[in-house]
């Protein structure tokens, strides 16, 4: 077929024409009466010499005036693929000086180069940039469909770093009205939210789930602002529900449930707390709570806030058996001391308050009322000293003690058991005491076992001694037993 010229009805202004050049491929365009086709490529080339301001090398603007249902595309590329080679396939591309900047395929996939950043920008009013599909309809029935995807290919190196979508808004003055710098919505209702403050807030119209990917990833939620207030308390993380119920309902604060379906031998924490990647409390899979023994601990409750109100009640209660079990026993409540080495030894103790003489507001002291004493080494026939209890001038001090000695040789054994009894008052450095023990009784495999519990005194404070006289060559001579104190004065173990 012959090459065809036609004379386009083109108006040009400036320093410009339009050349046709000859190329396989056909063309469409109209020569102002009827569409035309050609077998040659299409193209305008545009010479332009301006040297200030910004001009369109080529405008297409068609005067639309239509009426009722009618409608229109202001550009149509519509390529029939009889047969396709492998190569390239695009329906447009954009070049500067022959470089190829963006593009679009034959099926549809816009490709930026990467060498700047692209910009989708909406005009200046308040038109919104959307970026939507706009005619496919997702009607998968299966598989993951996503309608707007961001799949950047990072591969950088040395101290290069990245965002994978970076929202940034520049407030240079702002309404009243909420500020969010993303809003997701399901069928056009607001589900989750993060403000200019950087607020993440969910709707709570459904459950909010916040998932890693199947793998041995963590899901940390962390603030990267560094708390440097010199005062008052800072919070990192907040769980604050806001609960309306009614009627049956209930609720928890922090759900933590793991599925256990195959476990390891190691550690099974639910939870742990954490100061510089020190753990200083956990609570295990199995309800175990552990303190750290890095430093002393206290579990108590708060004071009443309530104006002129006694303090609540604290119960502490062991395991019950199971509803509708028989013959079943309740679990022992145990206070452990703790783990020991060598001769090292610790106490139970048990805390009283003492009661003011006279009525008032001033907070009373706290002691310890009762000590479960441990094992305490003796040394046959001679005085040891078994505690000290503290007393300043002016002040007294009483108690008890439930004793038992042990003694035994390898062969032998004996026991001796019984309550002794002491009172002081220091007398500005002069001090009056009395002890004396009752119900003592013995057991013995052989020979004697007898004691002499006597005070000490020193500077403010006595010490209460025990001599424990065996009859055999002891290998193991020690005291144990439960310290009464009456008077609320400080008890030190020996």
Known sequence: MADVYVRLPLEATGDGNVIGTGA?????????TSTQTGSSAFTVAVANGASSGVQPLLTFAPAVTQSSTAGYTGLIINVTETSVGSGTKRLQEWQVGGSVKASIDNLGTITGT????????????????QLQSSTRSFSAASGSQNPVSVASTISQSGTAGYTGLLVNMTESSVGSGFKYVQDWQVNSISVATIANSGIGTFTGLRSANLLTAAGDTSLQLQSARTFTNSSGIQTPVVISPNITQTSTAGYSALLINPTETSVGSGTKLLLECQVGGVSRHSIANTGAVTVSGLA???YFMSRHTTGNTAGNN???????????ATDKAAGDLVLNPGISTGT????????????????????????????????????????IGVFEVALTAGSSCGGSMAYNIECTNGTDYQVRSGVVVWAAVNKGGVYTSNIGSTGEQSALSTGTLANTWTIVTGTNKITITLNANSSLTPTVLKVWGFINNNSGRAITLL
């Open 314 to 324: 604290l119960t502490i209660t062991s395991g019950g058996a199971t509803s509708g």
């Open 24 to 32: 396989s491929g056909q063309v469409s365009y109209w020569n102002g």
């Open 114 to 129: 990467g060498l700047r950043s692209p910009n989708l920008l909406a005009t200046v009013n308040d038109t919104t940039l």
């Open 296 to 298: 002393a601990s206290t």
């Open 344 to 383: 090292g030894l610790g106490s139970v103790k048990i805390q009283r308050l003492d009661r003011a003489a006279t009525t008032g507001t001033a907070d009373n002291a706290q002691y310890d009322a009762a000590i479960a004493a441990p094992p305490k080494a003796l040394t046959n026939n001679s005085a």
